[in-house]
């Protein structure tokens, strides 16, 4: 007979998922009850309070997808749009590639604004774009590209959305909980997210929110969402008011314990207060990687505290750097992807995983491995560097 699984204890710096809070694991343990039991469907109403915290909305289509962030991502594409519509998709990166994957498979056609990996995407090249396609619908964009390590301006993006009569769709699974992101204040339409970046919830949910612009596009549809699934019609009637909640599908009950959890975890320290320590602590990782000589490869406007692309050194095997790393200190850090494979590391600092222990536990394994791997680096300088940082506060 198979043994029961334990898994070892890493921690994770890698593009997510990121360590989960132990309080969070252990919400996730207590007792399921049924998903139409009054005491849960007043946890569901909490979540969709806490959620409209998260993302600074007043949104009543607000909620938690029963699926992964790739599973948010395709319930706002086909949702919102329908065979013969038009999107302006921004690609710098993996994530934007997959969006417009989503466009196609709708029966929409897409429109790229394509950007070199590793920048920012162009404010002119979408306006560009959003004036030579005045029938498209949608500008839809990665406000933070885990492939790549940037941030995009999405607040500039999405009022640009607007003012050219577009929905602006947001993809901030990685964003939300680890920078600025103001739904309301911003006019996004629609916008999707995941558990177990920097929320540090476990993975396999994805907090979605749509305006009532969104919502009146929803309902007007001339055709059928091609998902059952993920049809929104349906699935509001379940997350809706209480009065007329009808079973869709069983909700992930303990799944939904952690996310609250999660989100109860983010309200205590505050929004603002999460921002700051991912910004704090990415400039103390920072601060020890230039001591090491290692470059970040997005320029310092536009870099993701909580998702660093490190350049890899020439002659250094970045696959085997991540091996040791795992097998001698338990620790991950994620490969480059697409055209930056072999070229960089990404070394995450999201949610709980975003502290000074992880920071200076990082920087001196890394170095220690770099070291093995015949490198010439003066000993203890990057954990220094990080500390003086911290010092300056
Ligand atoms: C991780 C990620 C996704 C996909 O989320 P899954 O939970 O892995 O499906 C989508 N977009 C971005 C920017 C991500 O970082």
């Not at 950007?115 to 396609?133: M, P, S």
Request: with cysteine; glycine share 8%.
């Amino acid at each position: 007979m198979n043994a029961s699984f334990h898994p070892p204890a890493r921690t994770l710096m890698g593009p997510g998922p990121s360590d989960v809070n132990p309080r969070i694991l252990e919400a996730l343990s207590r007792p399921t009850i049924g998903h139409l039991d009054p005491a849960f469907i007043q946890l569901m109403d909490e979540i969709k309070a806490l959620l409209q915290y998260a993302f600074q909305t007043q949104n009543a289509l607000t909620l938690p997808v029963s699926a992964p962030g790739s599973a948010g991502m395709e319930a706002v594409f086909v949702n919102l749009l329908e065979r013969g519509d038009k999107a302006i998709v921004c690609v710098n990166g993996a994530f934007g590639g997959r969006m417009k994957e989503n466009v196609e498979r709708c029966g929409a056609t897409a429109v790229i604004v394509a950007q070199e990996w590793g920048k920012a995407i162009d404010l002119n090249a979408v306006e560009d774009a959003l004036k030579a396609h005045p029938d498209a619908c949608m500008l839809a964009f990665v406000h933070a590209e885990t492939s790549t390590g940037v941030r995009s301006d999405a607040q500039a993006l999405a009022a640009l959305a607007h003012r050219y009569d577009c929905l602006a769709v947001v993809d901030a699974v990685t964003s939300l909980g680890g920078i600025a992101l103001e739904v309301d204040a911003w006019g996004i339409d629609a916008i999707y997210s995941g558990t177990q970046k920097c929320l540090s919830c476990i993975p396999g949910l994805s907090p979605v929110s749509f305006s009532e612009r969104a919502v009146a596009r929803i309902r007007g549809r001339q055709q059928r969402v091609q998902s059952w699934f993920l049809d929104m019609n349906l699935i509001m009637d379940y997350w809706g008011g209480s009065s007329r909640r009808s079973y869709h599908h069983t909700a992930p009950i303990n799944p939904l314990y952690a996310l609250h959890e999660a989100l109860l975890c983010l309200r205590e320290e505050g929004l603002e207060n999460a921002w700051q320590r991912h910004a704090n602590h990415h400039n103390a990782l920072a601060a020890g990687l230039h001591a090491m000589g290692l470059p970040l490869i997005v320029d310092a406007g536009h870099r993701l505290p909580q998702l660093n692309a490190v350049g890899v050194p020439d002659g250094i095997d970045e696959a085997a750097v991540r091996a040791a790393l795992l097998q001698q200190y338990d620790l991950e850090i994620g490969a480059g992807l697409g055209t930056l494979a072999g070229k960089i590391w990404r070394i995450g600092l999201m949610g709980y995983a975003c502290n000074r222990r992880n920071v200076l536990q990082c920087l001196s394994a890394l170095e220690a491995v770099l070291i093995q791997q015949g490198m010439a680096l003066p000993q203890g300088a990057a954990v220094a560097a990080a500390n003086a940082r911290y010092q300056q506060g």
